[in-house]
C-alpha cells in the first residue's frame, strides 16, 4: 500500500512559476502510474498529468507546455513543475495513484497579483 503526501503549494503572482511534490510511503511505489490533479472552487476534480511506471507522461491541454511530471523512485516522490501559472491555475492540487479512490489533503495553489 502507498500513501501520499503533497508540499510545495501556495500563492505565486501570474507567470510565476511553482514546484509540487508528492512524498511517498510504501515499497511498491516504482509500479504505480501517478497522477496530478486539481480541483478549483466549484469544479470537479480533473487529472492535470500523469507518469507511468515506464516515465510516459500526459497532460491535459491546458497545461502542455507548462508543466512538467516527473518522478524519482529512489525517493519516492513525484514532482509538478508548474510555469507560466496562471489565475485559472489556482486550485487544490493532489497527487494519486491513478485510479485510486482515496485522497490525501492536496496543497493549495494560488495564482494572483
Known amino acids: 500500500q502507498v500513501q501520499l503526501v503533497e508540499s510545495g503549494g501556495g500563492l505565486v503572482q501570474p507567470g510565476g512559476s511553482l514546484t509540487l511534490s508528492c512524498a511517498a510511503s510504501?515499497?511498491?511505489?516504482?509500479?504505480?502510474?501517478l497522477g496530478w490533479y486539481r480541483q478549483a472552487p466549484g469544479k470537479q476534480r480533473e487529472l492535470v498529468a500523469y507518469i507511468t511506471s515506464s516515465y510516459k507522461t500526459n497532460y491535459v491541454d491546458s497545461v502542455k507546455g507548462r508543466f512538467t511530471i516527473s518522478r524519482d523512485n529512489a525517493k519516492k516522490t513525484a514532482y509538478l513543475q508548474m510555469n507560466s501559472l496562471k489565475p485559472e491555475d489556482t486550485a487544490v492540487y493532489y497527487c494519486?495513484?491513478?485510479?485510486?479512490?482515496?485522497w490525501g489533503q492536496g496543497t493549495q495553489v494560488t495564482v494572483s497579483s
Open positions: 510504501g515499497t511498491t511505489f516504482s509500479a504505480y502510474t
Open positions: 494519486n495513484i491513478v485510479g485510486a479512490s482515496s
